[in-house]
Nanobody, 128 residues
Framework: QEQLVESGGGLVQAGGSLRLSCAASGRAFSGRTFSSYTMGWFRQAPGQEREFVSS????????HYTDSVQGRFTISRDNAKNTVYLQMNSLKPEDTAIYYCAADFLGGSLNVDDYDFWGQGTQVTVSS
């Protein structure tokens, strides 16, 4: 069974940093198949819709970021470890949300509906 497992969330003061990790496992991600997925990070704050944060293609090139995190967040991936990361610096209270990892097979979408697999999420809370 395919799984995406996020880790690294927590409570941090404004201006601080966190690094999220997302490990993929299961048949769909085995061998070299993980590298066929565009990996994305999304977030959902209370009472709001899930929104795109960042994505990275199979090669690690052409990362995309939503405007509000551009210059503060960095996405990366290690295909040998089936893992994608999100380094979050200069965190702000408005970054508080549950962060989800997702996989889009042979895609490059920024759209929530186009992603095939999702993790359970990890809570990020930024205090002011």
């Amino acid at each position: 069974q395919e799984q995406l497992v996020e880790s690294g969330g927590g409570l941090v003061q404004a201006g601080g940093s966190l690094r999220l990790s997302c490990a993929a496992s299961g048949r769909a991600f085995s061998g070299r198949t993980f590298s066929s997925y565009t990996m994305g990070w999304f977030r959902q704050a209370p009472g709001q819709e899930r929104e795109f944060v960042s994505s990275i293609t199979w090669s690690g090139g052409s990362p995309h970021y939503t405007d509000s995190v551009q210059g503060r967040f960095t996405i990366s991936r290690d295909n040998a470890k089936n893992t994608v990361y999100l380094q979050m610096n200069s965190l702000k209270p408005e970054d508080t949300a549950i962060y989800y990892c997702a996989a889009d097979f042979l895609g490059g979408s920024l759209n929530v509906d186009d992603y095939d697999f999702w993790g359970q999420g990890t809570q990020v809370t930024v205090s002011s």
